[in-house]
């Protein structure tokens, strides 16, 4: 659940209506990514007085960080001695509030075409079109895609009974439930499942490949736990076969260390193995690649394609290295690239959030200078 005040996000159901989903929204920066570096661009850009729409292909804000390692330790934030992946979102967040920008997720941006008038329109994978005189590819190493479960056969229930994410906690209340998996994810679910008097399910059955886990040590004790009193039941072995009643998954084969073959009925089954990157539709929009990254300049992050800016992972030029502070300087120059598109007869002069009376107005904060001469 987030802590941080919820942004703006787009409503999923104003896309039940195909004429609503036609209509493009016109914007002058389209932000391609919600993790860390994506948010500063959000930041950056408002500086320059452009606000901006992101699309992540992720169900919520966060990126790497949200998914892969939301409680583990970060230490080279600069000013920030040691905070966890979820409070650098969730300080980032808090930062870009008065920006106001727009979140789209769940959704991957599958085409790109130059306009006649130089703007780009944008088509995302639920529909969602933008007409943007700005792209900034803010991907990350790119759009995540589940791990999936390599039994034979058991794809057939992709999305019925075999789910990957959880969308709407209430869908597995008061079934027989598997969770497959030892990370965070996996154990965060396991937990909420097994305790959560709302949405428990009727039986819960965790099961991992081996007895040591990667998740949080807190989280493990609290799984055995709940172990130990009955309240879940944990095996430790693989999947390696199914059975179906009625064209419905009925149960799972579970072999352990010793071979022991254990029959597992369930009802729905969710697995938890991690996320896999992907460049996706990406590396058909023409860009320079190199390396399975997007070749920019080091002067304004501008890829091959002008008015179409990269930073962060997805990037590479001489010299890069793959860091959360380097996407944030990334965000600052693009921003000002992206700003001569926006802006193309106005100069765009650097101001400083420190003196600049503009940008707190902007930023919503009172400014300390008021009424002081500023050299």
């Known amino acids: 659940m987030q802590t941080y005040a919820d942004p703006q996000v787009e409503d999923p159901s104003a896309l039940a209506d ?148 959880v969308r709407n906690a209430a869908d597995f209340a008061g079934k027989r439930l598997v969770i497959v998996g ?41 799984m055995r736990e709940l172990a130990g009193q009955n309240r879940m039941r944990l095996l430790t072995g693989q999947i390696t076969g199914f059975e179906e009643s009625d064209g419905r998954l009925a149960a799972l084969r579970v072999t352990g260390l010793d071979e022991a073959v254990t029959r597992v009925p369930l009802d729905a089954l969710l697995v938890f193995f991690g996320l896999s990157p992907r460049l996706g539709p990406i590396a058909d929009w023409g860009l320079e690649l190199e390396r399975r990254a997007i070749a920019v300049d080091t002067e304004k992050f501008e890829t091959s394609v002008a008015g179409i800016f990269a930073v962060g992972d997805i990037n590479i030029y001489p010299g890069k290295k793959k860091l959360i502070l380097s996407g944030f300087h990334e965000a600052a120059l693009a921003a000002f690239g992206a700003a001569r598109y926006v802006f193309p007869n106005k100069p765009i002069h650097l101001q400083y959030t420190t003196t600049s009376t503009k940008l707190h107005k902007v930023l919503g904060v009172d400014s300390p200078h008021r009424g002081e001469g500023v050299a």
């Open 18 to 165: 195909p004429l609503a989903a036609a209509e493009a929204i016109e914007t002058d920066s389209v932000i391609v990514g919600a993790g860390p570096v994506g948010l500063f661009q959000v930041f950056e850009l408002g500086l320059v007085e452009i606000k901006a729409h992101v699309v992540d292909s992720l169900p919520r804000i966060g990126g790497q960080c949200m998914e892969l390692y939301p409680d583990k330790p970060i230490y080279d934030i600069p000013a920030v001695p040691v905070c966890s992946g979820r409070e650098l979102v969730e300080s980032l967040l808090k930062q870009i509030a008065p920006l106001k920008a727009t979140f789209h997720l769940g959704q991957t941006v599958s085409s790109v075409q130059r306009q006649d008038d130089g703007r780009f329109l944008l088509e995302t994978s639920r529909g969602t079109r933008f007409l943007t005189r700005t792209v900034i590819i803010a991907a990350g190493v790119g759009a995540f895609e589940p791990r999936k479960l390599r039994v034979e056969g058991v794809s057939k229930f992709d999305n019925t009974q075999l789910f990957y994410r």
């Open 182 to 222: 030892g990370g965070d994810s996996a154990l965060d679910w396991a937990l909420k499942f097994a305790r959560d008097g709302t949405h428990s399910a009727e039986l819960l059955v965790l099961v991992h490949r081996r007895d040591e886990f990667r998740a949080a040590p807190s989280s493990v004790a609290q």
